[in-house]
Nanobody, 114 residues
Framework: VQVVESGGGLVQSGGSLRLSCVASDSILSIRVMGWYRQALGRQRELVADITKSGRTNSTDSVKGRFTISRDSAKDAAYLQMNSLKPDDTAVYYC?????????WGQGTQVTVSS
């Protein structure tokens, strides 16, 4: 497994979680790391991503609540999720992009109870 996520779980509405993603040393020259999510019966969607230089992009529904960060030296990315809502319930996937290939993690479940 070359990309590994951790940090998911069950949390009440309004709570917080921090997701972590670590890419294997075998993946060279990662350009962009991102978090995606897929809720039951829905398509996978971008949550937020971050370039090697630190430029970030996020979907409107999480702006002001979620923050993506990255430690390029460790090939790691993090997603701090605050003010969680039941609509945030999904499997969250980490993605790592190099110039030639995209790598996906196996996902971590986030469940927000009302």
């Amino acid at each position: 497994v070359q990309v590994v996520e951790s940090g998911g779980g069950l949390v009440q509405s309004g709570g917080s979680l921090r997701l972590s993603c670590v890419a294997s040393d075998s993946i060279l020259s990662i350009r962009v790391m991102g978090w995606y999510r897929q809720a039951l019966g829905r398509q996978r969607e971008l949550v937020a991503d971050i370039t090697k230089s630190g430029r970030t992009n996020s979907t409107d529904s999480v702006k002001g609540r979620f923050t993506i960060s990255r430690d390029s030296a460790k090939d790691a990315a993090y997603l701090q999720m605050n003010s969680l809502k039941p609509d945030d319930t999904a499997v969250y996937y980490c993605r790592a992009d190099t110039l030639f290939r995209t790598y996906w993690g196996q996902g971590t479940q986030v469940t927000v109870s009302s």
